[in-house]
């Protein structure tokens, strides 16, 4: 389980603390070049520090010591492996509304108690968003009702994640990406080298197969055809906050019979900001849920100002989130269960209510 403290004022603080006492010539927070690196690191964290330095210009040095400075003040929280949402036929969900309880953290603790909770953020006004991983659509009634108890939501809304609508970016955000008609099935072999990235998605080749007991090149080779199949999602959870960004999580209304594809797209190409992601829901039409990080409010009062002007946009309402926790769900456990020796099911069909492939 991860957890993570957002928001600006606390942000400043952590950086004057940490180059106070640690690294005092570092600055006090982000630039746009650590921003492309994680936007980088983000869409493939596995990339050769060759490639970031060339991408972004500077020296491998350079881009060494500035992950090591992300990772220390937990703008970086981690590389973490699993098997995607896509393959899985299951389905990415999100509960948000208003929560009456009094202790976000008693709340962040009942809501990790079912296997489905993925991440809850908190924004102000107590208002959360809960993601949820769910085997199949028939668990969502009982999610739903759990997540009202446990976050004392009277009245949520109840969004089904649209798995593929070109609004994402190029890699796995909460389990959305791009599904295929057909994936390959995953070996023993293919489960075992996701299990060894479970915890660090940029484990040597070398390391990983001295785990699974196969050459290098084999390795090599598995993990290139899980990444370009999109079986594999490897991921990197962050905190741009930590780094004095602010993460903010903005609702958009659309007209009626507005092609939010469209819209989402048209606003996205308008927007300065280098991390965000538009998130559409299957029965919900008229609703975008526009996420991203900036660290200047003068490039946010524009980019909603814009937003709020498009002529398909019929109202915009903005949340700053300042709280965030990441649990473990059934889908994380997945490569080590399947890969017990006692297991001799197809490794194709990892749990029940999977659909033909």
């Known amino acids: 389980m991860q957890y993570s403290r957002v928001g600006n004022h606390a942000s400043r603080f952590l950086w004057e603390r940490f180059n106070t006492s640690h690294c005092p010539d570092d600055l006090e927070e982000m630039d746009d070049t650590d921003r492309k690196l994680l936007v980088l690191i983000g ?16 020296s491998r ?11 220390k003040i937990g703008v970086i929280k981690g590389m973490i492996a699993g098997i995607s949402i896509p393959y899985l036929d299951a389905v990415p969900v999100t509960v948000f509304g208003k929560s009456m309880t009094a202790s976000v953290e008693k709340t962040f603790d009942r809501l990790g108690e079912s296997e489905f909770s993925r991440r809850v953020v908190v ?11 769910l085997r199949n659509i028939s668990e969502l009634g009982s999610y739903v009702e759990f997540v009202k108890r446990a976050a004392e939501m009277p009245e949520p809304t109840v969004g089904i994640n649209c798995l593929d609508d070109g609004l994402s970016p190029d890699y796995p955000v909460d389990g959305v990406g791009k599904r295929k008609q057909s994936y390959k099935e995953l070996s023993p072999l293919d489960l075992k080298i996701i299990a060894s990235l479970k915890d660090n998605a940029r484990r040597p080749v070398a390391d990983i197969a001295d785990m699974v007991g196969a050459s290098a090149k084999t390795v090599r080779r598995h993990l290139e055809n899980m990444m370009s199949e999109g079986s594999l999602d490897l991921s990197m959870p962050s905190d741009l906050a930590l780094g004095g960004d602010m993460f903010l999580v903005t609702h958009v209304n659309l007209r009626d019979g507005a092609d939010k594809g469209e819209v989402g797209r048209r606003l996205l190409s308008k927007s300065p900001f280098q991390d965000q992601y538009m998130r559409t829901f ?71 209510g999977l659909g033909t492939r």
């Open 43 to 58: 869409a493939n964290p596995r990339i050769h520090i060759r490639d970031l330095a060339k991408r972004l210009g500077i």
């Open 61 to 71: 040095q350079a881009v060494d010591h500035r992950m090591q400075i992300l990772t």
């Open 123 to 133: 924004t102000g006004g107590n208002f959360l968003y809960v993601v949820g991983f």
């Open 282 to 352: 299957s029965n919900l039409p008229s609703l975008l849920i526009w996420v991203f990080w900036s660290g200047k409010m003068t490039e946010i009062r524009k980019a909603l100002r814009e937003v709020g002007e498009d002529e398909d946009v019929l109202a915009v309402m903005v949340n700053f989130a300042f709280l965030e926790r990441i649990y473990t769900t059934w889908r994380d456990k997945l490569p080590e269960v399947r890969t017990r020796p006692s297991e001799k099911t197809n490794a194709h069909n990892l749990h029940s």
